[in-house]
């Protein structure tokens, strides 16, 4: 069974010759096997900041009301279904967890650490959203326990060097008051200093976030901040 149609697949054909099976592109997808090897899971999740005076203001966060992590505060999102393009998978999980709608986002970076979700090898990629402080109401539905906006700041607290590799810690604060949260995570980032950097996130401690959200939320807010000068 094929998994596009023969008018997508024509793109695939290359040179039109065949493979050292002898097969043709056709062939060769008749007889391919997707179940052969074992494949990741692919979800996403979104980011969404306020701004305000050109600063970012709030994050939205989702307490999880299911298994894995749950009843603690994460990023909206879930599963992409099999025919559903990234973009559109993180603005419809967005809507259904939150209600929020026509946002525009932009993709952050794909998170992969085969140990980052207990139920299977699961690759998150990450969105980046940014509106303008209260223009919108989150409200919790599908999965989501609870939704809530919460003022984010970051702490330096140290950075070292050793060889070329740049380490820092931070400490990552989101607090709700509607909702009297407080959520202080330490996270450690880690690059290389040049031109390609390889810069890497790391939880230390989460503070009452799911996975490795802090790490996610941190980079996020890093690259929102750059963007807004």
């Not at 149609?5 to 062939?27: M, P, V």
């Not at 259904?96 to 970076?109: F, M, N, R, S, V």
């Given at each position: 069974?094929?998994?596009?149609?023969?008018?997508?697949?024509?793109?695939?054909?290359?040179?039109?010759e065949?493979?050292?099976?002898?097969?043709?592109?056709?062939?060769?997808?008749?007889?391919?096997?997707?179940?052969?090897?074992?494949?990741?899971?692919?979800?996403?999740?979104?980011?969404?900041?306020?701004?305000?005076?050109?600063?970012?203001?709030?994050?939205?966060?989702?307490?999880?009301?299911?298994?894995?992590?749950?009843?603690?505060?994460?990023?909206?999102?879930?599963?992409?279904?099999?025919?559903?393009?990234?973009?559109?998978?993180?603005?419809?999980?967005?809507?259904?967890?939150?209600?929020?709608?026509?946002?525009?986002?932009?993709?952050?970076?794909?998170?992969?650490?085969?140990?980052?979700?207990?139920r299977?090898?699961?690759?998150?990629?990450?969105?980046?959203?940014?509106?303008?402080?209260?223009?919108?109401?989150?409200?919790?539905?599908?999965?989501?326990k609870?939704?809530?906006?919460?003022d984010?700041?970051?702490?330096?607290?140290?950075?070292?060097?050793?060889?070329?590799t740049?380490?820092?810690?931070?400490?990552?604060?989101?607090?709700?008051?509607?909702?009297?949260?407080?959520?202080?995570?330490?996270?450690?980032?880690?690059?290389?200093?040049?031109?390609?950097?390889?810069?890497?996130?790391r939880?230390?401690?989460?503070?009452?976030?799911?996975?490795?959200?802090?790490?996610?939320?941190?980079?996020?807010?890093?690259?929102?901040?750059?963007?807004?000068?």
């Amino acid at each position: 069974m094929k998994y596009l149609s023969e008018e997508q697949n024509k793109c695939f054909i290359g040179t039109g010759e065949r493979n050292k099976a002898g097969e043709s592109l056709s062939e060769f997808l008749d007889k391919y096997d997707p179940s052969k090897y074992q494949n990741p899971c692919n979800t996403v999740d979104t980011l969404v900041f306020t701004k305000k005076d050109g600063k970012i203001k709030r994050l939205l966060l989702i307490k999880r009301g299911n298994h894995p992590c749950i009843g603690l505060w994460a990023c909206p999102g879930g599963f992409v279904e099999f025919r559903e393009n990234l973009y559109d998978a993180a603005l419809r999980e967005l809507h259904e967890e939150t209600g929020l709608h026509d946002i525009e986002a932009e993709q952050l970076k794909s998170y992969g650490d085969y140990d980052r979700d207990p139920r299977t090898r699961v690759i998150t990629t990450a969105f980046v959203a940014l509106i303008e402080e209260g223009s919108q109401k989150a409200k919790a539905g599908d999965d989501a326990k609870e939704a809530g906006w919460f003022d984010i700041s970051e702490e330096l607290v140290s950075e070292s060097q050793k060889d070329n590799t740049v380490s820092r810690r931070y400490q990552l604060k989101l607090v709700c008051d509607e909702k009297n949260v407080n959520i202080i995570a330490d996270v450690e980032v880690q690059y290389r200093k040049g031109v390609l950097k390889n810069r890497t996130y790391r939880v230390v401690e989460g503070g009452g976030l799911a996975a490795d959200h802090a790490a996610i939320i941190l980079e996020g807010y890093h690259r929102v901040r750059e963007a807004l000068g």
